[in-house]
């Protein structure tokens, strides 16, 4: 079992950058596959970035690709993510979740055991 902490989160502007940390506390986080995802006011909770357990496989929602960066640090038991040119439509709680053994085809967040309480992110126009 694995918990999970995020930080990082605030109020920024448009066009601004944040990268968001999320620290696993318990065993073997390198088994767990890790994800952020993130969740609107009334919408549902969508899929931000994954990373497979070793760190070389990633993968990305349109919605962020070119501008979201995801990556981990085993050694930490830390996964990140960097987040650049930000948008008012990125304003949103962001999650990080892990299972176990995933991989990059574990890409919605149903597929998610642990989950973290979740950062604020507030971009501003």
């Known amino acids: 079992q694995v918990q999970l902490a995020e930080s990082g989160g605030g109020l920024v502007q448009a066009g601004g950058s944040l990268r968001l940390s999320c620290v696993a506390s318990?065993?073997?986080?390198?088994?767990?596959?890790m994800g952020w995802f993130r969740q609107a006011p009334g919408k549902q909770r969508e899929t931000v970035a994954v990373?497979?357990?070793?760190?070389?496989?990633?993968y990305y929602a349109d919605s962020v690709k070119g501008r979201a960066t995801i990556s981990r640090d085993n050694a930490k038991n830390t996964v990140y993510l960097r987040l650049v040119s930000l948008e008012p439509e990125d304003t949103a709680v962001y999650y990080c979740?892990?299972?176990?053994?995933?991989?990059?085809?574990?890409?919605?967040?149903?597929?998610?055991?642990?989950w973290g309480q979740g950062t604020q992110v507030s971009v501003s126009s």
């Open positions: 990373i497979d357990r070793s760190g070389l496989g990633t």
């Open positions: 979740a892990g299972k176990l053994y995933g991989s990059t085809q574990d890409r919605s967040p149903g597929e998610y055991n642990y």
């Open positions: 318990g065993r073997a986080f390198s088994s767990y596959g």
